[in-house]
């Protein structure tokens, strides 16, 4: 009989491991990843290049487990059954960190450290840069005790595909929930996003070591794939997660990585690895997105805003030639650098398909925040077609661009800015919702961005059956099938993947 095809692959990573793998597939490869570095917190790694999965990203013995096993959605990539994260808190997030911190000014205090850190974090949520005081907030949204869990996330698919050396962000969601102090219909809500990213304990192994941790991952389907999520069984899986992100997995006798740390959540302008994001409501109702890593402060653990990866500046959008002011050289200097990273990166703008598109914004241009209710602060698209006299170079640049890439598409300097816009915070949030951002090969028919969920994408305020909190549809129809695929291929039992490479 035949070799199956895992056979042969497996044969074929230790023939070809130094060879070329083709000579299209190595140039197409080779595009996809200079982008590979690049900090934005949801397009990059394995996640970005894998429709170019060359075998050595294919892990092939990892699991030792049978071939008809898979991959369940809600069991390896996305927990937010409301039974099992029940039972994973934002108070034992906050003791973890308090206790790696060796911050001495949360244990000299009578109060608990993780309520200390908490508001010490919430202070930074909702303060400005500078002297700017700090926005009112409501009392109980300071209280640990009304924080729950609203998802588990693996993004293995976020993978260092060029130096191996991390394996993805793991993720946990904490929403804020009211009280009878704090009824529902408020108009404040606060999400907060830990991600963190693990390093790889080997990186001349490439993706085979991260292993360990997608065995993890792997396991939760393979052992809870078959049973119902009853009481003790959510509470059983909720105990391995826990203990996954708090306790950490061993990878020798003497080292185990813990996902839960502060390095995990670090990053620093371009170094560094992980971060935390918030999606707020204030309580005027307008929304807001930002971005935050760990530092110490005079020894205090504290969150130091950081640029919102992905999200150019505003007024690179709004500058025209009524732009007044002592910011106006500042600001064409900077639509003209924006210009040029828009022509630099033109190739990964305009590459095909909802997944596999991406834009790296030099760090100078970044914004600081992300407003998703305010289209003059946030919807890129709105902006640039509002300022139809904004500055030629930006247009120009696009349009000069499409023509040297023989891109003819109808309406294609729109899609390029429209394809800006929903790799944004808010973009994705909301406004790119509905928007074009490819034609098909008719050059007629329109593809849209999918929809979130009034501004989230995993939302605190509906459940699907009352078991479950309700994703987007962006989100089920869209990003958890591109990273399920991403898994399935590194773990080898994907049969297209397979199939792909095997040529």
């Not at 595009?31 to 570095?37: G, M, V």
Request: charged share 25%; net charge positive; glycine share 6%.
């Amino acid at each position: 009989m035949g070799k199956t095809y895992l056979q042969k692959m497996k044969s074929s990573v230790i023939t070809q491991k130094q060879t070329i793998i083709g000579g299209i597939a190595l140039i197409l490869l080779s595009n996809s990843l200079a982008y590979a570095q690049g900090l934005h917190p949801e397009r990059r790694g394995l996640g970005f290049s894998h429709q170019y999965f060359p075998q050595k990203f294919l892990e092939l013995k990892a699991l030792n487990q049978p071939k008809e096993t898979y991959v369940k959605t809600n069991l390896s990539l996305l927990i937010n059954q409301k039974s099992v994260l029940k039972h994973i808190t934002l108070s034992s997030v906050m003791n973890k960190l308090a206790s790696e911190s060796n911050d001495h000014s949360l244990k000299s205090s009578e109060r608990e450290a993780n309520k200390i850190l908490f508001e010490r974090f919430l202070k930074a949520f909702t303060c400005n840069e500078g002297d700017q005081p700090c926005e009112n907030v409501h009392p109980t949204v300071r209280s640990l005790e009304n924080y729950k869990a609203i998802a588990v996330v693996n993004r293995f698919d976020l993978a260092d595909d060029k130096t191996y050396k991390t394996c993805g962000e793991y993720r946990i969601v904490f929403a804020f929930f009211p009280d009878q102090s704090n009824p529902p219909g408020r108009e404040e809500r606060l999400l907060i996003n830990f991600e963190f990213e693990l390093p790889n304990p080997s990186p001349k192994q490439e993706t085979r070591g991260c292993t360990p941790i997608t065995k993890f991952w792997a396991d939760l389907s393979r052992h809870y794939g078959s049973q119902s999520l009853d009481p003790g069984i959510s509470k059983q899986l909720a105990m391995k997660i826990n203990s996954f992100f708090l306790n950490g997995i061993p990878i020798s006798a003497t080292r185990t990585l813990t996902p839960v740390s502060i390095k995990n959540a670090n990053k620093q302008g371009k170094s560094g690895r992980g971060q935390i994001r918030i999606n707020w409501k204030k309580p005027t109702g307008a929304w807001v997105l930002k971005e935050f890593s760990f530092e110490k402060e005079q020894g205090r653990l504290a969150l130091k805003q950081r640029t919102v990866k992905g999200v150019p500046r505003p007024e690179i959008f709004k500058f025209s030639a009524n732009t007044t002011g002592s910011q106006r050289a500042r600001i064409k200097k900077d639509v003209q650098n924006f210009a040029k990273a828009v022509a630099n990166d033109m190739e990964n703008l305009s590459k095909s398909g909802l997944n596999n598109f991406s834009f790296e914004i030099p760090e100078d241009l970044l914004a600081k925040e992300n407003h998703s209710s305010k289209p003059d602060l946030g919807d890129l698209l709105y902006l640039f077609n509002q300022n139809s006299s904004l500055n030629d170079s930006l247009r120009s640049a696009i349009e000069g661009q499409i023509e040297k890439n023989n891109l003819k598409p109808k309406l294609a300097t729109e899609l390029i800015v429209s394809r800006i816009n929903a790799l944004s915070c808010a973009g994705c949030h909301r406004y790119a919702a509905g928007t074009v951002y490819e034609l098909e090969a008719d050059g007629i028919k329109k593809k849209r961005w999918p929809h979130d969920t009034e501004f989230v994408h995993i939302s605190e305020l509906y459940a699907d059956n009352d078991t479950a909190y309700r994703l987007s549809p962006a989100l089920k129809m869209n990003f958890l099938p591109h990273r399920k695929e991403v898994f399935e291929c590194h773990l080898g039992f994907l049969e297209k993947c397979s199939k792909q490479n095997a040529k």
